[in-house]
Structures are given as C-alpha cells and as structure tokens.
C-alpha cells in the first residue's frame, strides 16, 4: 500500500516523505507542479500533479478525485490549509478511495475560525490576549475608544473562500497599529476581501511557542514543543530557527484545549510567552500539519508516522520525551530573508552576522546528507516564487493575488 502526499514544494511535505520513506513505506507526492523539493526526495516513488488549489476549490477536489479512483493509495496526507480544509469538507468522498486521517469539519472549524478558538479558550479558561470582537463596522466604530493601542488586527482565518476560491490573509507588519483611523482601515479592508469582520487583539510582546501534539479521539498520544528563535517576516511569522523545549504550563493548556475538542489527529497550538508577566498567552491553532515539524523528528517525536500507525493500527504508544537543546533551520530562502530584513532593521548589523552564521550543532528543513536532491527543488520553488512577485501573482508576503490555471494529470 502507498500513501500520497500533497504539498509537495512544502518542507513539512518533504519531512512526512522521508519519516515514511525510512519506514519502508511507498511514498508518492503530489503538488499543482512537477519539479517541486518533496518529488526529489530518493524516499519518494512517483509524483502526481493536479489542479492549483489556489484557483479553485471544486477544480482541486474534482482532480484529485481522478488520482484517487485510477490508484491504489492507502492514505492521504496534505499540509497547506488551502489543500487541508478543502480535504476535510469533502473527507467523506475521498475516504471512498483512501484513509484521510483528519477530524471532522466542525471540530477543525474551531482551529481555521480564530473566533471559535479564542471563544472556546476563553470557556475552558485558557489565557488568551485582550480581545475585541466586532460583527460588522458600526460595532468596530463603538468599541475604538475602548481599545489601548497597539494593536493586531487579525483576518478570522488565514485562508476564507470566497466564490469558491481562496483569498489568503496574512499577519504582517501592516495589521500592527497604532491608533484607531489605522484600525479602521486595516478592518475595513479585511472585511471588504473576505466578507468578516476581523478581530481586535492587543499586542503581546515576547517568544513564541509551538506545542504540537497527537491525539486519539480525544486522548493526548504525544507531544512536542518548540520555541521560536527566528522568524519571518520578523514581525511575526514562520519560524525560521527555533529549538526543542518544554514547558509544563503549555502542556497543561495545549492538552485542555485540544480534550476540550475531542480532537483526532494532529494539531500545534500556538502561544507567546507575554514578556510582562511570563504568562501563556494563546496566539492560534493549527489543526494540521506544521512548517517545522522537521524538528520533532529530528528530536524524537515522529508525528508522521505515530500518525500513520495511529490510524492503521488503531492506537499508537504513547511519546512524551524527546531530546531538548535541538535545533532547526529552514535555511533556503527562510532564514536567509531573516537575516536580510534583520540588516535593513538592526542597529547592530555584526550581531545579526554572528547569529546568522552559527550554523553548527543545527539541523535543517531541507538540507540532509541523506537526502540531497530536494535542495535543487528548494532552489526552483524560490525562482517560482519570485517570478509569481514579479508578475504579480502574489506579493511580497506570499498572498496571492492574481489566479493561474492548474490542470491534474499523473
């Protein structure tokens, strides 16, 4: 049996190939474009392509639909939201072809609605940051005196469909502001793209922690944590360096909130540690695979395939150790857009050049002696990229904005 796995240009995509490849599991990729790092992989057997999620929801399914019925694929795995969440809408057909080993919708519905989330933190007593929530723009208008700047003006969900296609929002610099004609713009213009209201929350200075865990029908089976050492863009975003730790107060909310769930499957719950009182303080859920999960496996806590066994053995024994002090890049172009935008930024361009070229006792996303030809395929989703920015296909931050055409073909 084989297990097919989505996303291929994506470095969580890659690490689920090699965690199953070093089992002796037939691994296939797949992505909207051939030449991408997982289908370089020597763990990886064959690469499908089907239509770009991007443009349309009904396209992508209806494409990996044909792949499914023409194959003999035990499982599926994916990692991006904007192939995940359309995955679990339509779990129900899919599993007709293959194990699609992810919650039902209305639990993940909790992890893509930041709404739903901090809602249920606040009910299960969960800390969370001083929130605002607004249903439409005269209430935004009646709360901007209470509010104490700065702020984060947060879109709902990192990815909301509209008409069927995505439109993705990011939290860049541009949502931390300072006064309240700035709120309500940024508010305005979120809602007019996506059709909600976003929420209003306070800045919480400090580090960010990743707890990432498996669950069994509402049963904790493992878990890992991680703390953010870089990341970008350096306002907020993926981590881009960052090392294994733990906490016993993460753990005590990741497992409360994900039991109040009743959650099956996989997930890391977000925090940032508030610099003015050392409190947790929940930031999001990812019900899915991570950008980092390289780094739990590197340190013990093998999330794809205790995910695999969990779902074809009924039960997987339970991991709560893992080595800490371990560290891991995304290299190539995380790390290295990192340092650039730390130049433009930092009164001490030496200090960001030593820390940049630390590079022993580190292990990486993509970089392996083992594994080397998905560099090569790094290097092409980088020239992709670019080019989509110089097009304008997307810009700077990753958002897109103008639709391609994708096609599905094996």
């Given at each position: 049996?084989?297990?097919?796995?989505?996303?291929?240009?994506?470095?969580s995509?890659?690490t689920?190939?090699?965690s199953?490849?070093r089992?002796?599991?037939?691994?296939?990729?797949?992505?909207h474009?051939?030449?991408n790092?997982?289908?370089?992989?020597k763990?990886?057997?064959?690469?499908?392509?089907?239509?770009?999620?991007?443009?349309s929801?009904?396209?992508?399914?209806e494409?990996?639909?044909?792949?499914?019925e023409?194959?003999?694929?035990?499982?599926?795995?994916?990692?991006r939201?904007v192939t995940?969440i359309p995955?679990?809408?339509?779990?129900?057909?899919?599993?007709?072809?293959?194990?699609?080993?992810?919650?039902?919708p209305?639990k993940?519905?909790?992890?893509i609605?930041?709404?739903?989330?901090?809602?249920l933190?606040?009910?299960?007593?969960?800390?969370?940051?001083?929130?605002y929530?607004?249903?439409?723009?005269?209430?935004?208008?009646?709360?901007?005196?209470?509010?104490?700047?700065?702020?984060?003006?947060?879109?709902?969900?990192?990815t909301?469909?509209?008409?069927?296609?995505?439109?993705m929002?990011?939290?860049?610099?541009r949502?931390?502001?300072?006064?309240?004609?700035?709120?309500?713009?940024?508010?305005?213009?979120?809602f007019k793209?996506?059709?909600?209201?976003?929420?209003i929350q306070?800045?919480v200075?400090?580090?960010?922690y990743?707890?990432?865990v498996?669950?069994?029908?509402?049963?904790?089976?493992?878990?890992f944590?991680?703390r953010r050492l870089r990341?970008?863009p350096?306002?907020?975003?993926?981590?881009?360096?960052?090392?294994?730790?733990?906490?016993?107060?993460?753990?005590e909310?990741?497992?409360?909130?994900?039991e109040?769930?009743?959650w099956?499957?996989?997930?890391?719950?977000?925090?940032?540690i508030?610099?003015?009182?050392?409190?947790?303080?929940?930031?999001?859920?990812?019900?899915?695979?991570?950008?980092?999960?390289?780094?739990?496996?590197?340190?013990?806590?093998?999330f794809?395939?205790?995910?695999?066994?969990?779902?074809?053995d009924?039960?997987?024994?339970?991991?709560?150790?893992?080595?800490?002090?371990?560290?891991?890049?995304?290299l190539?172009?995380?790390?290295?857009?990192?340092?650039?935008?730390?130049?433009?930024?930092?009164?001490?361009?030496?200090k960001?050049?030593?820390?940049?070229?630390k590079f022993?006792?580190?292990?990486?996303?993509?970089?392996?002696r083992?594994?080397?030809?998905?560099m090569?395929?790094?290097?092409?989703?980088i020239i992709?990229?670019?080019w989509?920015?110089?097009t304008?296909?997307?810009?700077?931050?990753?958002e897109?904005?103008?639709?391609g055409?994708?096609?599905?073909?094996k």
């Open positions: 049996m084989t297990v097919l796995v989505l996303d291929g240009g994506e470095r995509s890659l689920m190939v090699r199953l490849g089992k002796n599991i037939e691994v296939h990729t797949g992505e474009y051939g030449f790092l997982s289908a370089l992989s763990y990886c057997k064959d690469n499908v392509t089907y239509p770009d999620p991007q443009v929801m009904e396209m992508f399914i494409g990996l639909l044909e792949i499914l023409s194959s003999d694929y035990e499982m599926l795995l994916s990692s939201e995940t995955i679990i809408y339509k779990k129900r057909k899919l599993e007709r072809y293959a194990t699609v080993p992810f919650p039902q209305e993940v519905e909790y992890t609605d930041k709404l739903k989330t901090f809602k933190a606040e009910r299960v007593g969960i800390p969370i940051p001083k929130t929530y607004a249903n439409d723009l005269d209430e935004l208008m009646d709360i901007k005196d209470q509010v104490n700047f700065p702020i984060v003006v947060k879109p709902r969900s990192k909301t469909w509209v008409n069927g296609t995505p439109v929002l990011k939290v860049t610099g949502n931390y502001v300072r006064s309240a004609e700035e709120m309500v713009r940024i508010s305005t213009e979120i793209k996506t059709g909600k209201m976003p929420l306070e800045y200075p400090g580090t960010g990743g707890v990432e498996l669950f069994n029908r509402g049963t904790p089976r493992a878990i944590m991680h990341e970008y350096i306002t907020g975003g993926a981590s881009t360096f960052r090392e294994s730790v733990y906490r016993e107060d993460l753990k909310y990741a497992l409360k909130l994900m109040a769930l009743n099956h499957g996989v997930a890391m719950v977000e925090f940032k508030d610099s003015r009182d050392d409190t947790p303080k929940l930031m999001e859920i990812n019900g899915r695979f991570w950008g980092s999960l390289a780094l739990s496996v590197a340190a013990g806590v093998d794809p395939y205790l995910l695999y066994k969990m779902f074809t009924g039960d997987v024994e339970p991991v709560w150790k893992y080595k800490l002090g371990v560290k891991c890049r995304w190539l172009p995380g790390d290295i857009l990192w340092f650039i935008s730390s130049l433009k930024c930092s009164a001490s361009k030496l960001v050049l030593k820390e940049f070229l022993r006792h580190t292990c990486y996303d993509i970089l392996s083992d594994d080397p030809l998905p090569i395929g790094a290097f092409g989703t992709s990229y670019s989509d920015v110089v304008g296909r997307r810009n700077i931050h990753g897109v904005v103008k639709k055409l994708g096609g599905a073909k």
